[in-house]
């Protein structure tokens, strides 16, 4: 069974572009929450969605979003990238959401430059 | 509001030795408790969880405790191997927030033969 995919692995942005970093969910997943993790901060919880509505969001600003399409694929936006963006971005599913059945993916790496 | 303290790393021991690591949390509800592990590169595995007060996760040789009392959730193995050398995060999820996950800052355990 296919784990949690995320695409690209790795990302080079510039300050102010904007970026989509995308979450292809376990078959079946209909759940699908972002974190990100900074050596600073820590993993910290960006949303959560489930049958492609926003069921849950973290403390962060309007410059990142998120949605969910039909097959539970998730993506997640950042616009006007800072340097304080840079960070790996965790992407995991749940069959419905229920706290300990979620699979984390392998995260895409986004450095700002 | 919702939080995890976990012990500060880094952790260095020897193989066959006694891991301890120590994680305290603060929740409005009745959270669930989780141990992740990190390897490099890599995103997030689930290690073991509890969901009430005095239940014991147990995996890989791996367990922790949900103590009520002291707010604690300590994991501990009783012989490390160099394979187990990762970062560990202690992380709760309280209903009353949904579904999202609160994470200790991680422990950096380094296992030398």
């Known amino acids: 069974k296919a784990g949690v995919t995320q695409t690209p692995r790795y990302l080079i942005k510039t300050r102010g572009q904007q970026v989509t970093l995308s979450c292809s969910p376990i078959?079946?997943?209909?759940?699908v929450s972002w974190y990100q993790q900074t050596p600073g901060q820590g993993l910290q919880f960006l949303f959560e969605?489930?049958?492609?509505?926003?069921?849950n969001k973290g403390n962060f600003p309007g410059r990142f979003s998120g949605r969910q399409f039909s097959n539970s694929r998730s993506e997640m936006n950042v616009s006007t990238l800072e340097l304080g963006d840079s960070a790996l971005y965790l992407c995991?599913?749940?069959?419905?959401?229920?706290?300990?059945?979620?699979?984390f993916g392998s995260g895409t790496r986004l450095t700002v430059v | 509001g919702d939080s995890v303290t976990q012990m500060e790393g880094p952790v260095t021991l020897s193989e066959e030795a006694f891991l301890t690591i120590n994680c305290t949390y603060t929740?409005?509800?009745?959270?669930?408790l989780f141990w992740y592990v990190q390897y490099p590169g890599e995103g997030l595995q689930l290690l073991l969880k509890?969901?009430?007060?005095?239940d014991k996760g147990s995996n890989k040789g791996f367990e922790a405790t949900y103590r009520k009392e002291t707010t604690s959730f300590h994991l501990e193995k009783g012989s490390v191997q160099v394979s187990d050398s990762a970062v560990y995060f202690c992380?709760?999820?309280?209903?009353?927030?949904?579904?999202?996950?609160?994470f200790g800052t991680g422990t950096s355990l380094t296992v030398i033969p």
């Open positions: 929740a409005t509800g009745y959270p669930s």
């Open positions: 969605y489930f049958s492609e509505t926003q069921r």
């Open positions: 509890a969901t009430k007060a005095d």
């Open positions: 995991a599913s749940s069959p419905s959401g229920s706290v300990g059945g979620y699979t």
């Open positions: 078959s079946g997943h209909r759940s």
């Open positions: 992380a709760l999820s309280d209903g009353n927030t949904g579904n999202q996950f609160y």
